[in-house]
C-alpha cells in the first residue's frame, strides 16, 4: 500500500509538471488538476482559490457534473479564507458536533447542494505572499488515509503554485493571465 502511495505522488508530480508545459492557458491547467486530484484521493469535490491583481477566481471541480467557468469572489470572503491558511490541514464535521457556520468558514466551494462533511486544505504560496488554496472535499473512499490526502493536497499546492507563477510572469513565455 505505502508503494501504491509513493507512486501515486510520483505520478501526481509527472502529471501536473506535464500539463504545465502543455498547457498555455491557467484555466484549463487548474481544472485539469483538480480532476486529477479527486480522481487520485476519490474526494467527491475540488477548488482552488487564486488571487491576483484583478481579484480573486474559484475553480471548482464535481466528478458529478460540470461547474462551469471560475468564478469571482468577494474580497471579504477571500480575506475569511487566506486568515485560515497555514500548514495544510484536515477538518471534519461530524453530524453530532456540526457546526454549519463554522463548516461554511472553512470551505471555500460554492456548490450550495454539495453537503461538506470533510475538508483537505493547502495554501499556495509564491514564497512571498499566500495567493491562493487548493481543497479536498469529502473522500468518498474512508480507506484512503487521510495523512496521504493531505500529503498529496500538499504536493498539489507546490506545485499548483509554481505552475501560476510561471503562466504569470511574461519572462517564462507565456502571456500574462489575471486571476
Do not use: M
Amino acid at each position: 500500500a505505502r508503494l501504491r502511495r509513493a507512486n501515486a505522488e510520483l505520478e501526481v508530480l509527472y502529471n501536473v509538471e506535464r500539463q504545465l508545459s502543455e498547457t498555455a492557458d491557467l484555466d484549463a491547467l487548474l481544472r485539469d488538476v483538480l480532476s486529477l486530484a479527486c480522481s487520485l484521493v476519490k474526494a467527491e469535490a475540488a477548488a482552488i482559490l487564486l488571487v491576483g491583481e484583478a481579484g480573486a477566481k474559484l475553480y471548482q471541480f464535481r466528478a458529478d457534473r460540470d461547474l462551469g467557468p471560475a468564478q469571482p469572489v468577494e474580497a471579504r470572503r477571500v480575506r475569511e479564507l487566506l486568515s485560515q491558511a497555514g500548514p495544510p490541514v484536515h477538518f471534519t464535521f461530524d453530524s453530532a458536533t456540526f457546526d454549519a457556520k463554522k463548516a461554511a468558514e472553512s470551505h471555500v466551494l460554492l456548490t450550495s447542494d454539495l453537503q461538506v462533511h470533510e475538508t483537505f486544505t493547502a495554501s499556495l504560496s509564491d514564497a512571498r505572499t499566500t495567493i491562493g488554496l487548493i481543497q479536498l472535499a469529502n473522500r468518498l473512499d474512508s480507506a484512503v488515509p487521510e495523512d496521504w490526502v493531505l500529503r498529496i493536497v500538499s504536493l498539489l499546492a507546490s506545485q499548483v503554485a509554481r505552475g501560476v507563477v510561471v503562466k504569470r510572469d511574461p519572462r517564462g513565455g507565456f502571456a500574462v493571465v489575471a486571476a
